[in-house]
């Protein structure tokens, strides 16, 4: 047979790893070929080739000793920049953690090491995860597999965009990141791959940077549903190092990939229709809904009546907790120092000049919001909303199971568009944020390519810890999207492996 290795889907490299087909180091050296490959898309803020063959040799000697830990043990994998991981430099995309090496490893990437995943690097990210573009890193813009029709440089989104360029230049076969308002499911459209955040608690947020407490939680970004319901199922659990945490078993998620969706009632929310919506994504919304009609689901339209706060509410609350979680980059504790004549102007300069200009936004944002004053008028009045938005979910739930929308208002952009205008690149995750600030697991799967050959994607969202009716209605759309489009940009095509 011969295989790319790096076309391997995680359930597939199980398989063959598990049959003595193929060794996890010859997996490990395939993708660090196909990244070497891949240099000029940005990808990762570190490399680490080193670390993974070590982990992939440690791998191995499990697997031949029979006790291989489970479908993610030699699998090669990347993590978002935002994981603290001990002894390998964290950035958080950001200037002032530049050179910040952690001595510990957060939970989740604790959890995969443990299944045996092997990470072959730390992504880029947009600075702190604020963004939609991977145009705030420190480290410079992430360049999207896919390009432009007229063959220009496009962003794979954000924050996440590291991470779901990774998983769509085939340079690993899974990858990690966090979801505050959209940064896994809008990459992951952007890109042509499966993105999902789970449940808020599903995943433990020790040891992840703090971007907005209440609101970030970690996911897979993967090219299956199935391989994401197996990351997952790797990733998720009870962590009493966070106390958000849920103390929750953690079900066999790719078991209810088979079960279909006969039965299920689907709401289609009507406010999802808004203007800004371009036409070819309605039809793939319509699409979407015919295909799981035809799967044997009931769709229904429902009603979503608080959706257009949704974003404001967002904007008030993520830099309100972000402010707050900032404060302690000051010079002292972390990474950067910018001298000064006093300690306050130390404090300024470190901070005026470690944070780049989004991340200095959203803390004066916050910071005002917080205020004597506008508390009361802002974060206050945000909190209430959220709480209906989150109620109008409730509602919707007690009819239906599953609620289908778009996952992005557009397709992928050029590089440098929207950053002159915070508000057009905010838009970005309208139809994100409302599970986000409900907590509800959501999952966008690749569905179909928009009017510029580009990817979009389609997202389901769900109840709380309900990720097995997620999956299983991803599986069904994904199988009736048959999405199996490329992207141009191929850093596996020269790896090959006959075995
Ligand atoms: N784009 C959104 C923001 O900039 C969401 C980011 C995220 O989910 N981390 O806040």
Redesign the pocket.
């Known amino acids: 047979m011969t295989a790319r290795l790096t076309d391997l889907t995680i359930a597939e490299a199980g398989a063959l790893l598990d049959g003595g087909e193929v060794s996890a180091v010859e997996l490990a050296r395939a993708h660090i070929k196909a990244a070497e490959g891949a240099r000029r898309l940005n990808i990762f803020i570190t490399e680490t080739f080193d670390h993974a063959l070590g982990q992939a040799k440690a791998s191995d000697a499990r697997r031949a000793r029979g006790e291989a830990a489970g479908p993610m043990d030699g699998v090669p994998i990347a993590v978002k920049d935002l994981f603290c991981t001990e002894g390998i430099q964290t950035t958080a995309g950001s200037r002032i953690l530049e050179g910040f090496t952690p001595t510990y490893e957060s939970t989740v990437t604790a959890n995969l090491k443990r299944a045996g995943a092997v990470m072959v690097g730390k992504t880029n990210l ?1 600075e702190f ?4 573009s991977n145009m705030t890193s420190y480290f410079g813009p992430v360049k999207n597999p896919w390009r432009g029709p007229d063959g220009q440089d496009l962003v794979p989104g ?3 965009g590291g991470s779901a360029a990774a998983v769509a230049a085939h340079v690993c076969a899974g990858a990690i990141g ?7 499911r ?1 990459p992951a459209s952007f890109c042509g791959i499966v993105g999902m955040k789970p449940t808020y608690g599903r995943c433990s947020r020790w040891g992840i940077v703090a ?2 407490s209440s ?2 939680q970690a996911g897979p970004l993967t090219r299956t549903v199935e391989d994401a319901a197996l990351m997952l199922g790797a990733m998720a659990g009870h962590d009493p190092g966070d106390s958000t945490s849920a103390p929750v078993e953690v079900p066999d998620f790719a078991a209810a990939l088979g079960s279909g969706v006969k039965g299920l009632k689907v709401g289609i929310p009507e406010e999802y229709r808004t203007e800004g919506l371009a036409g070819e994504i309605g039809e793939l919304w319509k699409a979407g809904e015919t295909w799981l009609t035809g799967a044997g689901a009931e769709c229904v339209s429902i009603s979503l009546p608080h959706t257009k706060y949704a974003l404001p509410t ?2 008030i609350v ?1 830099p309100a907790e972000a402010s707050s979680n900032l404060a302690r980059y000051d010079g002292v504790r972390y990474g950067l120092r910018v001298e000064g004549a006093s300690l306050d102007e130390m404090y300024a300069e470190t901070r005026g000049q470690g944070f780049g200009a ?1 991340v200095r936004r ?1 803390v004066l944002i916050g910071t005002y919001v917080l205020s004597a004053g506008y508390y009361d008028a802002y974060y206050l009045k945000a909190q209430q909303v959220r709480a209906l938005i989150a109620r109008d979910f409730r509602e919707a739930f007690e009819t239906v199971d599953v609620i289908l929308t778009p996952t992005a208002p557009f397709e992928a952009f050029a590089i440098g568009d929207k950053m002159d205008d915070p508000i057009a ?2 838009l ?2 309208v139809y ?2 409302p599970a ?1 600030l409900a907590g509800l697991p959501a999952i966008s799967v690749p569905a179909g390519l928009g009017p510029g050959g580009l990817p979009l994607g389609l997202q389901l969202i769900t109840r709380p810890f309900d990720e097995e009716t997620l999956f299983r209605a991803a599986a069904a759309l994904e199988a009736a999207a048959g999405f199996d489009a490329r992207p141009p940009f191929d850093a596996g095509a020269e790896v090959t492996s006959s075995s």
């Open positions: 947009d995860a604020m963004g939609s954000g924050s996440s966090t979801d505050t308002g959209g940064s896994i809008q971007f907005a609101l970030d967002y904007y993520a989004e959203r690149m905010y970005n995750d994100a944020v986000s």
